[in-house]
């Protein structure tokens, strides 16, 4: 079982920056480095999307083209913690944003879809003010 929290959401003016955390805790102690890894975000009304995802050994990443060249995602193995740096945000940004993870063999595969995932966090708010 793991367990996904997230933080660091919170309001922020259009062109601003922030960086949301997400820790990794199982209950057999396994360490995040046997995930791969994820952010997604969600509006009132939509689909949750896709944002960025990152690959067990850091080697490989996936952006959305809406983020592409914004936000940079990154890992700390060690600390079992998922970073997501976002910068010049925009409203349209504006949405919860949700951590996941997934348990996979290869240390190399980017996990880019939604259905890829079974373990998520609760979500962080993040709200950007034109």
């Known amino acids: 079982q793991v367990e996904l929290v997230e933080s660091g959401g919170g309001p922020v003016e259009t062109g601003g920056s922030l960086r949301l955390s997400c820790s990794l805790s199982t209950v057999s102690g396994r360490s995040s480095s046997k995930y791969a890894m994820g952010w997604f975000r969600q509006t009132p009304g939509k689909e949750r999307e896709v944002v960025s995802a990152i690959s067990r050994d850091a080697s490989n990443t996936y952006y959305s083209d809406s983020v592409k060249g914004r936000f940079t995602i990154s890992r700390n193995n060690p600390e079992d913690t998922l970073y997501l740096e976002m910068s010049s945000l925009k409203p349209e940004d504006t949405a919860v944003y949700y951590c996941?993870?997934?348990?996979?063999?290869?240390?190399?595969?980017?996990?880019?879809?939604?259905?890829?995932?079974?373990?998520w966090g609760q979500g962080t708010q993040v709200t950007v003010s034109s």
């Open positions: 996941a993870a997934k348990r996979i063999v290869f240390e190399s595969a980017v996990l880019d879809r939604i259905a890829q995932y079974d373990s």
